[in-house]
């Protein structure tokens, strides 16, 4: 039996991902804020007569401290993890820079530092398994650049901008780990999904004229979550040999775009080092 953790486990792909392995039979903890999707999520596992390997971690990642109680308690409770899936985002539209109660710009806080904190603090987790396996679902291989000047938006905000660009991140947290992994065990991959029918990519849109046209567009072009988890599936059960891989769909992506670049990968995670510098553990 194997354990797995999903970020955003409650719902849309990760709730995919998830009950694909629950099913099969591993252990599964899947981590989300709402209480009810976690009960959901039990009422599930009780009809599936699985209780026992059923995990719901309830927590706002969006927040540093809350990403790592959960290190903290998957620390204390399981010795090894063979697979993190990180899939925990908000993409409710928003008007206005909001910061999270530790001053982070949100989506900042809860697409990219908490993934951060996630694929680092869960290592040694990782590390007691087989064939260890982190697999961050955000949108690798978009063309587009870091405003290094102004890492969290703060200074010309756009909810659809910051979501781009929190992926750009992503992708660089990617290279940098696969470089300070020495050892080279865990495998990282980067997975874009392109449109899927969940119902939190259709509140990226704030009119409800806008909302019905997204959501006949990702009826016509978008995939079920049952069809878009395959890949993933593959992915985590058959991961590709090399330390860091990308992938939009089944498809490839070129580590050699400039999003991947391994100078502004180690610049991101050194800067990101600092942010994190005074909060327990993170130093
Ligand atoms: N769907 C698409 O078309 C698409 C396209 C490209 C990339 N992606 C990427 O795929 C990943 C999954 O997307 P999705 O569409 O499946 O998302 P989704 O349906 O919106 O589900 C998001 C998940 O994240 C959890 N979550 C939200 N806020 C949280 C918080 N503050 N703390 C902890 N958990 C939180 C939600 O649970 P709670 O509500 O309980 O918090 C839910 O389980 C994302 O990284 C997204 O960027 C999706």
Same mark, same amino acid.
């Given at each position: 039996?194997?354990?797995?953790?999903?970020?955003?486990?409650?719902?849309?792909?990760?709730?995919?991902?998830?009950?694909?392995?629950?099913?099969?039979?591993?252990? !599964? =903890?899947?981590?989300? /804020?709402?209480?009810?999707? @976690?009960?959901?999520?039990? *009422? #599930?596992?009780?009809?599936?007569?699985?209780?026992? $390997?059923?995990? %719901?971690?309830? +927590?706002?990642?969006?927040?540093?401290?809350?990403?790592? $109680?959960?290190?903290? #308690? !998957?620390?204390?409770?399981?010795?090894?993890?063979?697979?993190?899936?990180?899939? +925990?985002? /908000?993409?409710?539209? $928003?008007?206005?820079?909001?910061?999270?109660?530790?001053?982070?710009?949100?989506?900042?806080?809860?697409?990219?530092?908490?993934?951060?904190?996630?694929?680092?603090?869960?290592?040694?987790?990782?590390?007691?398994? #087989? *064939?260890? !396996?982190?697999? *961050?679902?955000?949108? &690798?291989?978009?063309?587009?650049? !870091?405003?290094?000047?102004?890492?969290?938006?703060?200074?010309?905000?756009?909810?659809?901008?910051?979501? %781009?660009?929190?992926?750009?991140?992503?992708?660089?947290?990617?290279?940098?780990?696969?470089?300070?992994?020495? /050892? @080279? $065990? =865990?495998?990282?991959?980067?997975?874009?999904?392109?449109?899927?029918?969940?119902?939190?990519?259709?509140?990226?849109?704030?009119?409800?004229?806008?909302?019905?046209?997204?959501?006949? =567009?990702?009826?016509?072009?978008?995939?079920?979550?049952?069809?878009?988890?395959?890949?993933?599936?593959?992915?985590?059960?058959? &991961?590709?040999?090399?330390?860091? /891989?990308?992938?939009?769909?089944?498809?490839?992506?070129?580590? +050699?775009?400039?999003?991947?670049?391994?100078?502004?990968?180690?610049?991101?995670?050194?800067?990101?080092?600092?942010?994190?510098?005074?909060?327990?553990?993170? *130093?």
């Amino acid at each position: 039996m194997k354990t797995i953790l999903v970020t955003g486990g409650t719902d849309g792909i990760g709730k995919g991902v998830a009950m694909h392995f629950f099913k099969k039979g591993d252990r !599964v =903890i899947v981590v989300g /804020s709402s209480s009810a999707k @976690g009960d959901i999520f039990y *009422n #599930e596992a009780r009809q599936l007569r699985a209780e026992g $390997r059923a995990i %719901f971690l309830q +927590a706002d990642l969006s927040l540093v401290k809350e990403n790592q $109680r959960i290190i903290e #308690e !998957v620390k204390s409770r399981f010795h090894s993890l063979d697979m993190v899936v990180l899939c +925990a985002v /908000s993409q409710k539209y $928003r008007k206005t820079y909001s910061e999270t109660q530790e001053g982070f710009e949100f989506t900042f806080g809860l697409y990219y530092l908490s993934r951060f904190i996630l694929s680092y603090g869960l290592k040694e987790n990782l590390e007691k398994a #087989e *064939n260890p !396996v982190i697999l *961050n679902v955000c949108a &690798p291989g978009m063309n587009g650049t !870091v405003n290094w000047d102004d890492l969290q938006n703060k200074n010309s905000f756009n909810s659809t901008k910051s979501k %781009f660009h929190g992926s750009r991140l992503n992708d660089l947290l990617g290279v940098a780990f696969a470089q300070n992994d020495t /050892s @080279g $065990r =865990i495998k990282y991959i980067l997975f874009n999904p392109w449109a899927v029918q969940t119902s939190g990519a259709i509140e990226a849109y704030e009119q409800p004229v806008m909302k019905n046209i997204m959501k006949l =567009i990702y009826k016509i072009t978008g995939k079920q979550v049952e069809k878009a988890i395959e890949p993933i599936i593959v992915l985590l059960e058959n &991961p590709p040999k090399p330390s860091l /891989s990308a992938f939009k769909q089944r498809k490839e992506v070129s580590l +050699a775009m400039k999003t991947f670049d391994k100078e502004n990968a180690q610049k991101l995670f050194n800067i990101t080092v600092q942010l994190l510098k005074g909060f327990p553990n993170e *130093n």
